[in-house]
């Protein structure tokens, strides 16, 4: 992994995040984790997993009087690749960050960028949650047997949609899934959105047979009604969502997907050290921990050369599970 700078960078990535001004006297000056005119890309369309987290730590950032001032922007495309390709840009551009995930990853594969993880600074990996399986309520699949004994049927005519391009954990936990029930991928009719946000409009219309998204990007809608949940895909179950994991529905796999930050290359050290800081105070806050429980996110704070070899790890692993299923 090149041009890793990334304790200072998680920092600026969070300030990024906050939109109004903070008027309190905790604004971040005495922890030195103000970071004025700082910016936070998200590489997809609002309402998806990345937009949710970038939104969700700006907010808590400023509640917890770490920074101010922080703009949220929306840049979607390619799956992620085309908000990678504007950061790579920025070289040295300490007051820039990126919410990204696995999606991005993935997309970096199945879209042959130019521009890769390896060209960012890894700031930290923040989040881990599982992906759900959810239809309209209206669907006619009133649990995951019924539904997968229709997708073993005609795999074709039961299409699936997710919120990340293939390669990314939308596309693959399907495919994971599908493999699982002794189906075909590649006979698999995958249609992606640029993030969940497209997507639920698809799964409300009945546009696709069912969806698979972040548990936390539609915890309202299965509140409500809605949607409804068929299965988890993690290896245990939500605590508050009544839905059996893929084992259990007899599916012999699991998957987990993950969100961080990432910043441009070239930052010095003293824009490293304050992006570090800001995130790592973000991290023990009271506000972060009560985010994490209310949309079901788990810990998985990691942060610097750590997350840097775990996206090395992580481009290998999307690599081999794509030649693995023949995509």
Do not use: C
């Not at 970038?54 to 929306?74: D, H, P, S, Y």
């Not at 006979?187 to 998204?213: H, M, Q, R, T, W």
């Not at 009271?286 to 209310?294: G, V």
């Amino acid at each position: 992994m090149r041009s890793r700078t990334p304790l200072a960078l998680l920092g600026a990535a969070l300030l990024v995040l906050v939109g109004p001004p903070l008027l309190t006297t905790g604004s971040g000056t005495d922890t030195g984790t103000r970071i004025p005119g700082l910016r936070f890309m998200v590489p997809n369309s609002p309402g998806g997993g990345y937009d949710i987290t970038a939104r969700t730590a700006a907010k808590n950032a400023e509640e917890a009087g770490l920074t101010r001032g922080i703009e949220v922007f929306n840049l979607p495309g390619a799956g992620g690749t085309v908000g990678l390709t504007r950061l790579v840009g920025e070289h040295g551009n300490g007051r820039l960050a990126m919410s990204m995930g696995l999606g991005v990853v993935g997309a970096v594969h199945t879209n042959k960028s130019p521009k890769t993880l390896a060209d960012t600074t890894p700031i930290a990996r923040l989040t881990e949650e599982q992906d759900i399986v959810v239809v309209s309520k209206d669907s006619p699949y009133k649990t995951i047997g019924q539904l997968v004994a229709a997708w073993r049927k005609d795999p074709a005519r039961v299409p699936v949609g997710g919120g990340s391009s293939p390669g990314g954990p939308d596309h693959l936990a399907p495919m994971l899934m599908a493999r699982a029930a002794g189906i075909a991928p590649r006979s698999v009719n995958y249609v992606p959105f640029d993030g969940g946000g497209e997507l639920l409009a698809s799964i409300l219309g009945n546009k696709i047979a069912f969806g698979v998204s972040g548990v936390g990007e539609y915890l309202d809608q299965i509140r409500s009604g809605e949607l409804r949940l068929l299965a988890v895909t993690g290896p245990k179950r939500v605590p508050g969502l009544d839905a059996p994991t893929l084992r259990e529905s007899g599916l012999d796999t699991d998957f987990t997907n993950w969100r961080g930050i990432v910043a441009p290359p070239g930052l010095s050290d003293a824009e490293r050290d304050k992006l570090v800081a800001l995130v790592t105070e973000l991290h023990a806050s009271k506000q972060w921990r009560e985010s994490l429980r209310k949309n079901g996110w788990d810990d998985a704070f990691l942060p610097g050369e750590e997350f840097g070899d775990f996206l090395t790890a992580q481009d290998r692993r999307v690599d081999t599970v794509l030649k693995e299923l023949g995509l």
